[in-house]
């Protein structure tokens, strides 16, 4: 009989790996390096931060500020775990006001990186320089430094270097960067920052005021002029910021910034709050654009609910969403004439933009013969009738009205419009009612994307350059893409430090809002990553250069518009879907004609 107790197959990790996994809750991304190091330089009461990055954070990421600084052996113990200025008893977790509160930044990032940290605290004849490398200390000496803190991060990830394989491009990585150096200026805009990329200086905020003198100097007066500010006070809670006005609403989400006492955040409650303030006023396939900072009592909201502070908790979530609309509500109603005629305009205008990314499914029928157009009758007036796109060349077999595009195919009459939104066409045999937003998406969509592959996309010169601001975060992804977008016919080229010039659209395209249309384009971009070719990259970037451009629903179309619309589309195949996968038409052929009727 065996003897003896059988080996455990319960153990204790050691320590380097215990760090490296709690490391792993907080540390997801260079980016999240940045922001913990940020919180520490805004929790010691640093009034000037600057970040310095190399290779996106990878090589170096070099927080310096001129915060209360440590003392010795504070900066020794601030690299072990669980270790913090910044509780003192358990009643301190359901009342923080700071906001690096959890005792894990640094011990987590020296888990994972090489450290040196110089601190001074006032009145100090020396400063301390500690250096850790996989979360244990090196060596820790005297120097001279400023008052401060400096913490130097290199090597990030060298030790676990399956996270690196997780991360995106240099140029991704670095716009997660700039977005949280972003929302930290915005919450804190009594403290300067400067952020500095390879020793070249990308942002630098002087400290201001208040946090309109902040916005302004991120998303610059016009961005700013389609915006109304919010305010309103409830029990315990405070709701300042601004929101878009209704009228100029778009298919983006940039920005959405949410900040519970100077935190910034991700919270369904709020966000819903704010979709619901504007109501009826929101369409389909459009998105608030919002800054808000919420006080809220400390005690009344739980910050600790996950790893990396990004969600709270309240503990009255009915109170919070009611406050938040009623404040975006009193906002938007209270905007002027300007934004309650906008907001119906702009339900209007996007009533007809999905912003599904489905594949569009394709007819295989020929393309049908164009018969002659009348025009004249039913109280149509070619008066005053803007064109549709430019006059790019057209294939040989598509013509004007009354051209033939082949012998034997079905003859193409339109009739009308309904509501300034649906067109009425005859196609051979069958009665149609067509879609003028879709079925003009999907005659643009074609033309770019046979021009892209033959690489014969006409541009057109802007009589006028727009100007066009962007979020920080936001610009290294246009820089980056330029040059494919200029394949497109999309002249975009930087104008100072911070903005960029549109100098060219695809003629296709005709008058279209270049500022919109290059802010739908950058959310695209954002999402570049995730497919796996060209062609999928390359097709929400298309649809969204059709989709922008097409004649909206709500306008009215002369009778010989509806006949230029009706062919292109009949020649380009009568495809029954636009890119994004909406129906284009509805069919009747002459057998449901005769059900209905009864001839049957």
């Not at 520490?40 to 640093?46: F, Q």
């Not at 301190?92 to 990032?109: K, N, Q, V």
């Not at 007819?363 to 803007?386: C, D, K, L, N």
């Not at 960029?500 to 959310?523: C, N, S």
Request: with cysteine; glycine share 8%.
């Amino acid at each position: 009989m065996a003897t003896g107790i059988a080996h455990s197959r319960i153990h204790v990790l050691p320590d380097d790996l215990i760090g490296r996994i709690a490391a792993g809750e907080v540390v997801e991304r260079p980016a999240a390096v940045v922001k913990e190091l940020i919180d520490n330089s805004l929790d010691a009461g640093a009034t000037r931060i600057t970040i310095e990055v190399e290779d996106a954070g990878l090589a170096r990421i070099r927080v310096i500020d001129d915060g209360e600084g440590m003392t010795r052996d504070e900066a020794v113990l601030a690299f072990r775990r669980h270790a913090t200025s910044k509780l003192t008893c358990d009643r301190d977790l359901w009342a923080i006001r700071t906001l690096g509160f959890r005792g894990e930044a640094l011990p987590s990032i020296a888990a994972v990186a090489k450290i040196q940290l110089v601190t001074t605290v006032p009145g100090a004849e020396v400063g301390t320089c500690c250096r850790v490398q996989g979360g244990a200390v090196q060596a820790v000496e005297d120097v001279a430094a400023p008052v401060g803190t400096q913490v130097d991060v290199q090597e990030l990830f060298f030790n676990t270097p399956a996270r690196k394989k997780f991360l995106k491009s240099a140029t991704t990585e670095f716009s997660h960067i700039l977005q949280v150096v972003q929302q930290a200026c915005l919450s804190w805009p009594n403290v300067q920052f400067r952020l500095v990329r390879h020793g070249q200086e990308m942002l630098h905020y002087a400290a201001v005021t208040c946090f309109r003198d902040r916005l302004l100097q991120i998303y610059r007066g016009e961005a700013m002029a389609q915006m109304v500010p919010v305010e309103r006070q409830g029990p315990g809670l405070r709701v300042e910021g601004i929101a878009i006005r209704a009228e100029h609403l778009r298919a983006s989400r940039t920005p959405q910034e949410i900040f519970v006492n100077r935190r910034a955040v991700k919270n369904p409650t709020i966000l819903h709050a704010v979709s619901d303030a504007y109501g009826p006023l929101l369409p389909k396939g459009r998105y608030p654009q919002f800054v808000l900072f919420l006080d809220v009592d400390p005690a009344r909201v739980d910050v600790n609910v996950h790893p990396t502070k990004r969600e709270v908790r309240f503990a009255d979530n009915e109170l919070v969403h009611r406050t938040v609309r009623q404040a975006v509500k009193d906002a938007l109603s209270g905007g002027g004439d300007e934004g309650s005629t906008g907001a119906s305009a702009g339900a209007s205008m996007a009533r007809v933009i999905d912003e599904s990314l489905r594949a569009a499914p394709r007819w295989s029928q020929p393309a049908p013969r164009i018969a002659e157009a009348t025009v004249g009758g039913g109280g149509f007036s070619a008066g005053g009738a803007m064109p549709l796109y430019g006059d790019e060349a057209r294939p040989e077999s598509r013509g004007v009205a009354g051209a033939a595009v082949g012998p034997g195919r079905d003859e193409v009459v339109p009739l009308g419009q309904i509501d300034h939104t649906y067109l009425v066409a005859c196609v051979g045999s069958e009665l149609q009612v067509i879609d003028q937003h879709t079925a003009h998406e999907r005659v643009l969509y074609e033309r770019l994307w046979r021009g892209r592959h033959a690489r014969a996309v006409e541009a057109q010169t802007l009589l006028v350059p727009v100007p066009i601001d962007v979020p920080p975060h936001q610009r290294v992804l246009l820089a980056q893409h330029a040059e494919e977008l200029e394949r497109l016919g999309l002249g975009i080229e930087p104008f100072g430090s911070d903005a960029f010039l549109l100098r060219t659209v695809p003629a296709v395209l005709g008058a279209t809002d270049g500022t919109a249309l290059v802010q739908a384009l950058l959310d695209d971009m954002e999402e570049w990553r995730t497919y796996s070719s060209m062609d999928a990259t390359m097709h929400p970037v298309i649809a969204t250069l059709a989709c922008h451009s097409a004649v909206r629903a709500g306008r009215h179309m002369a009778l010989p518009e509806i006949a230029r619309l009706v062919q292109d589309w009949a020649a380009e195949g009568m495809i029954m879907t636009c890119p994004h996968g909406r129906r284009v038409a509805l069919r009747l052929p002459m057998d449901e004609l005769a059900r209905i009727f009864g001839r049957l």
